[in-house]
């Protein structure tokens, strides 16, 4: 899969200065190019404003990336360069290594796409300014001059309340177990004399 992504800039040079943050030895990430999933190998091709080739490589995804500043970008890791992507990488690491390409010279250098207030369908925003009456000056005591000691309160526990104890005993009656009934005594059978 190829996919051929064009900045607004000039020159090479000025493609550095404007991207250049976004190279590393290993991989970039490709501004303007289109969401792709992770784990794919693509071929890509990075132009200047007048289509010439500045940057040829291929990669896998790792990620779509979302700066907070709005810009988008896929994140690749480089599996194939050219001869001539390599020396711009080259030249990147260079120019961050120095210190001349930081994240204040890279955002100059990336033209404002926003539209302007005249092509927004938006009307501007008009600020309202509400007037009431003047506030009266307020005096402020000028500081001590000695250091007032503060005293911090503990705070009191609550009280607890706490049953009053029992004057007098109290007679506690313990029922006694009631005896059993014997059992009842029943006749033994009289035998008598069975005739022959």
Do not use: C, W
Request: no cysteine; net charge negative.
């Amino acid at each position: 899969m190829g996919m051929r992504i064009q900045r607004p800039y000039q020159t090479e040079e000025e493609f550095i200065h404007g991207d250049g943050l976004t190279i590393g030895r290993t991989g970039m990430i490709l501004l303007g190019a289109p969401a792709r999933p992770p784990g794919i190998i693509i071929r890509f091709e990075i132009v200047l404003a007048d289509g010439s080739p500045v940057f040829r490589g291929e990669g896998k995804v790792v990620a779509f990336r979302v700066h907070s500043n709005g810009r988008k970008g896929l994140e690749v890791r480089f599996t194939r360069l050219d001869a001539h992507s390599r020396s711009v990488i080259e030249k990147a690491l260079e120019l961050r290594k120095s210190g001349a390409l930081t994240p204040a010279s890279a955002v100059n250098q990336i033209p404002d796409l926003t539209p302007s207030p005249a092509s927004s369908r938006v009307a501007p925003r008009q600020e309202i300014v509400i007037k009431g009456p003047e506030p009266e000056p307020v005096s402020v005591p000028a500081p001590a001059s000695e250091p007032v000691p503060v005293s911090i309160a503990e705070p009191e526990p609550e009280p607890v309340s706490v049953p009053a104890p029992i004057s007098e005993p109290v007679p506690v009656s313990i029922a006694e177990p009631e005896p059993e009934p014997e059992p009842a005594s029943v006749p033994a059978p009289v035998s008598e004399p069975v005739p022959v």
